[in-house]
């Protein structure tokens, strides 16, 4: 059984940061391609950073681009996503997807596992 269980989320200040981690199971988990997305009320979701199951290449939303860190620990099956400078607009529940040999799509619909989320809430 897959399962991909977020931690990390929370309320935190506006200029401030956040770490979020997630651990799988059930998975070869140097297969797959980590993906963040995050959905925030009446949005549609949408993609934040993946990181490849090959190379470990990085990529990340315009959005989050110059403040945000995703890495992997292929020997612990955790992925974590870290985020600077967070403004209110980053408020949302935060989702860690998995694709096997992805090529970091920025479309859920080619991630075939996912978390239940995290909410992280910034408050200005």
């Known amino acids: 059984q897959v399962q991909l269980i977020e931690a990390g989320g929370g309320l935190v200040q506006a200029g401030g940061s956040l770490r979020l981690s997630c651990a799988a199971s059930?998975?070869?988990?140097?297969?797959?391609?980590m993906g963040w997305f995050r959905q925030a009320p009446g949005k549609e979701r949408e993609f934040v950073a993946a990181i490849t199951w090959k190379y470990a290449n990085k990529w990340y939303a315009r959005s989050v681009k110059g403040r945000s860190t995703i890495s992997r620990d292929n020997a612990k099956n955790t992925v974590s996503l870290e985020v600077n400078s967070l403004q209110s607009e980053d408020t949302a529940v935060y989702y860690c997807?998995?694709?096997?040999?992805?090529?970091?799509?920025?479309?859920?619909?080619?991630?075939?596992?996912w978390g239940q989320g995290t909410q992280v809430t910034v408050s200005s």
């Open positions: 059930g998975v070869t988990f140097s297969d797959y391609t």
């Open positions: 997807a998995a694709d096997q040999y992805g090529t970091a799509s920025v479309e859920p619909k080619d991630y075939e596992y």
